[in-house]
């Protein structure tokens, strides 16, 4: 099957082979360049950085809602990536104080857009704290985890200097995606059913 920008999530969420290839010809260079501006502190890190972007779209695609843009998704996934690099790694580096200014800087940038419920959960799932949307009726029940809650997290992939990245350069992080992933056969989610369906009934102001 070809695929296209009208049919890539739907592969995706399939596990296609192809579409994860696609993803990275279509999108790779709208995602390291904002990868370099907010890992502008590890520039060494910035492809490790991109190679786990990609993984982390593939592995938690069932978390986007077409309500929204996927490449406003994709592009709040990358972000929160950067975000988890540098606090990862920032007692490793030699300007610490400007990471830790970056990360404070980045978390305000991103819950901006939220809700205080919705901000509350940002900074919860951040710091790995377990939670049951169940347990609290006040709290939004379809935000599974961090991948869910980006859908409501602004970030216009189009805003970013586009950077160039040659052919080889997407053919060795394709390479380098598919040695961390799994394909998987074709299936269909009846959970990511069930929660899109609650969704549609009862749509959350993002």
């Known amino acids: 099957m070809k695929i296209g920008k009208e049919n890539l999530v739907m592969q995706l969420q399939f596990h296609n082979e192809k579409a994860l ?7 790779g260079e709208r995602l390291i360049s904002i990868i370099r501006k907010h890992l502008f502190t590890l520039p060494h890190l910035q492809q490790e950085c991109l190679a786990d972007t990609v993984v982390a779209i593939w592995n938690h695609i069932e978390s986007y809602d077409d309500d929204n843009e996927f490449e406003n998704w994709i592009g709040s996934v990358a972000r929160y990536r950067c975000l988890e690099f540098l606090r990862s790694y920032q007692k490793e580096a030699t300007i610490a104080w400007l990471i830790e200014k970056e990360i404070a800087e980045e978390k305000e940038m991103m819950v901006s857009c939220l809700d205080s419920l919705e901000e509350e959960l940002f900074y919860r799932f951040y710091v790995g704290e377990d939670f049951e949307g169940a347990a609290r009726k006040d709290l939004a029940l379809p935000y599974y985890n961090m991948y869910d809650l980006l ?7 189009y805003e970013y200097e586009k950077e160039k990245m ?41």
């Open 21 to 27: 290839e696609f993803l990275v010809m279509e999108h």
């Open 151 to 157: 859908n409501c997290i602004d970030t216009d992939i």
């Open 166 to 206: 040659p052919i080889e350069e997407k053919e060795q992080l394709y390479q380098q995606v598919l040695t961390k992933v799994t394909v998987k056969k074709r299936r269909f989610s009846f959970r990511t059913y069930v929660k899109k369906s609650i969704h549609k009934i009862a749509p959350m102001n993002c």
